[in-house]
């Protein structure tokens, strides 16, 4: 078909992004700077998507999204 559907994954605010990166110790402090910079830019692209998921407890975030595709899929 033609039909296709965006979905935007977003944390709750660029401040726990930065906690929740900082808490996995796998990146350097540069690397965290430098993801935290180009999410703020990719934020302001959110509203270009079908529906924004906040990440702000997995299991919900994961819930919605399947609810959202397949209402999609359903639709």
Sequence with gaps: GDRALSLFIQPPSVEELRRRLVGR?????EAIEN???????????????????VNDDLEKAKQETFEVVKAFLEG
């Design 35 to 53: 993801r935290l910079t180009k999410a703020s830019e990719e934020l302001t692209f959110a509203e270009k998507f079908d529906k924004i998921i």
């Design 25 to 29: 110790q796998t990146d350097s402090a």
